[in-house]
């Protein structure tokens, strides 16, 4: 009797941490007691690049019309917006996505995302991951949080900088301002051809972020990996509000392409980009939020939006919601340039807590014209 009664005891406990090891659904969840979080990586479209701005400006002194909010107490002071991360180029900003979701469940909220990460700076060193301005490949990055805090939600953006989205857009304004010829023909040509290897890549790092996580005892479905897509920062031809002709794109509006470049972009490449990467976490069997018509009306020179002045302060409803193009004698940074602003990453933190009262599924994510961040709705792909 006392060998069964220790027996019986010994399997009860065992039951007990069975059970304590599963949820409800009999899913495996890893032993962390620290608190929930979410975990967004990758790169500058999810870092926060560009939280320094609400909406554009073309006034070049002070706060620039109210849009730059670095600008406290008479001077510049970018790290009151990006922290530490401006001065290694990062730029995690104070509005970045994951930042600027609402009523997210998770207690805690972490952005490891840095400024021109590419895959392979979220792979682990295990996997063939390179550091990225001082910091260590993303990967591991995440397995040290997985260890202390009990990770539900991994966000990822990345695949950009493999396509060499910074190549295409400096092309592309190169060929307005100064070759006066399309860039679409050559640059469809060269991200075509670099297509296949980035999203192999894309699939290499969800795989080793998987692995993080499983060497921190994370089992398969005991959280979920969220990939997006790029939001367009440049509208289509018809809806530019500075003409095609003379300097106004340049000088005033800050998005100097082509009508036909521009068009390409917005109904070619942003599309194509999204639709390849749906591909990739079908294939790889994680959820999908697709970006590509999130700032529809709030782009760059959008006919639905205007500048800032200073008799029109930026507002979330009329104000442009990406980056205008800077250059290194204007405003900011360049590296900013066509990236979502304050107003955009306050958008897409709200596509990111829409998708997250979903368990499954790929989600497509649209802002309504002339409305602020709260506005955008979410409907499900077929």
Not at 28 to 42: E, F, K, L, Q, R
Not at 300 to 309: E, K, M, R
Not at 323 to 351: D, I, K, M, V
Request: hydrophobic share 35%.
């Amino acid at each position: 009797m006392i060998g069964s009664s220790r027996g019986m005891r010994l399997g009860v406990a065992s039951l007990t941490l069975l059970l304590a090891f599963f949820n409800g659904s009999g899913t495996a969840h890893a032993a962390v007691t620290g608190p929930t979080a979410v975990v967004s990586m990758g790169d500058s479209y999810i870092s926060g690049e560009a939280g320094r701005w609400l909406g554009n400006s073309d006034d070049y002194s002070g706060s620039r019309d109210g849009t730059d909010r670095a600008y406290v107490g008479g001077s510049y002071q970018p790290t009151v917006v990006y922290g530490p991360t401006y001065n290694s180029g990062c730029d995690r900003s104070d509005t970045a996505e994951v930042d600027s979701a609402p009523g997210l469940s998770q207690s805690t909220r972490i952005n490891i995302a840095c400024s021109g990460a590419t895959t392979a700076n979220v792979l682990r060193a295990a996997d063939g991951g390179q550091s990225f301005k001082g910091e260590a490949p993303q990967a591991d990055q995440l397995a040290q949080i997985a260890a202390t805090d009990d990770v539900q939600t991994i966000v990822l953006s990345i695949g950009g900088n493999d396509l060499g989205f910074s190549d295409v857009i400096t092309t592309c304004v190169e060929d307005y301002e100064i070759w006066y010829s399309y860039c679409n023909p050559s640059e469809q040509q060269a991200i075509a051809s670099a297509l296949p290897g980035a999203m192999s890549a894309v699939g290499n790092a969800i795989d080793s972020v998987n692995a993080a996580m499983a060497s921190d005892g994370y089992a398969p479905g005991s959280y979920r990996i969220i990939l997006q897509s790029y939001p367009s920062p440049i509208p289509r031809s018809s809806e530019n509000r500075y003409a095609e002709s003379g300097w106004s794109r340049t000088d005033t509006g800050g998005c100097p392409f082509w009508n036909g470049d521009s068009d390409w972009a917005r109904n070619t490449l942003i599309p194509e980009i999204s639709s390849a990467l749906r591909n990739v976490a079908d294939a790889k069997g994680v959820q999908f939020l697709d970006l590509e018509n999130a700032l529809q009306g709030h782009e760059v020179c959008s006919t639905h939006d205007q500048l800032a002045t200073s008799t029109q302060p930026p507002s979330p409803a009329t104000s442009e919601w990406a980056r205008f193009l800077t250059t290194g004698a204007t405003q900011g940074t360049e590296q900013e340039s066509f990236h979502p602003n304050a107003y955009g990453q306050q958008a897409l933190g709200n596509c990111l807590a829409l998708i997250t009262a979903h368990s499954s599924g790929d989600w497509s994510c649209t802002d309504t014209p002339g409305q602020g961040p709260s506005a955008m709705s979410l409907s499900q792909l077929s």
